[in-house]
């Protein structure tokens, strides 16, 4: 199992989101995390999932990590309720983790054998929009990223998005996983 954690975030502060909107909207960046997430499964978050478009992505099995205890998904066949990150422990496949900011937190925070193994790093150079709302931010996250990981690409730059894909010191990672990542954000969409 390989699991890969992807984000955008505001270069100077970290934030992710105000409230339960990111505070921008680049389409490129759109583009990229659909290619890199197309196919695969997903550990997001109650918010998050809840953003996505008609509570859904295409071609994507979804796993909601949530408190609420009788939470009910739009699709379920595809969609999969967990109130434990413990779950995730022995998954068998691999997983692409995709916020919000809890959810990042509880992977980087809950023992090497939740830890990403990948990290597809994106930040946005830009101004946030004004939006009404708490700053959601992953500063832990990125101090746990620069402590235990390897940058292996360089910044690769679109619409203001600067992408790098980072490793976990002393790790074997899927060499297929990561040209499939590298070949994505290498390439402007």
């Known amino acids: 199992m390989t699991k890969i954690a992807v984000w955008c975030r505001h270069n100077s502060d970290n934030i992710i989101g105000i409230g339960p909107k990111i505070p921008w909207h680049i389409p490129s960046d759109f ?3 659909r290619k890199i997430t197309e196919g695969e499964v997903l550990v997001v978050g109650q918010t998050t999932y809840e953003s996505f478009p008609n509570r859904t992505l295409p071609n994507r099995d979804i796993h909601i990590l ?4 009788e939470y009910e998904v739009s699709d379920k066949n595809r969609h999969f309720v ?5 779950d ?5 496949g691999n997983l692409y983790i995709c916020g919000g900011a809890t959810i990042y937190k509880l992977f980087m925070s809950s023992g090497s054998s939740l830890l990403p193994d990948v990290i597809v790093d994106s930040k946005y150079m830009g101004e946030l929009d004004a939006l009404e709302g708490n700053k959601i931010d992953i500063t832990p996250c990125i101090e746990l990223m ?17 992408t790098s894909l980072w490793v976990k010191k002393g790790e074997f990672v899927d060499q297929e996983i990561l040209k499939k990542i590298i070949n994505i954000i290498s390439v402007n969409n």
């Open 31 to 33: 583009r990229r995390f």
């Open 146 to 162: 620069e402590k235990n990981y390897k940058k292996i690409t360089p910044d690769y730059e679109q619409e203001n998005v600067l």
């Open 82 to 86: 967990h109130h434990n990150i413990k």
């Open 88 to 92: 995730f422990k022995d998954y068998e």
């Open 66 to 69: 949530t408190l609420a205890p």
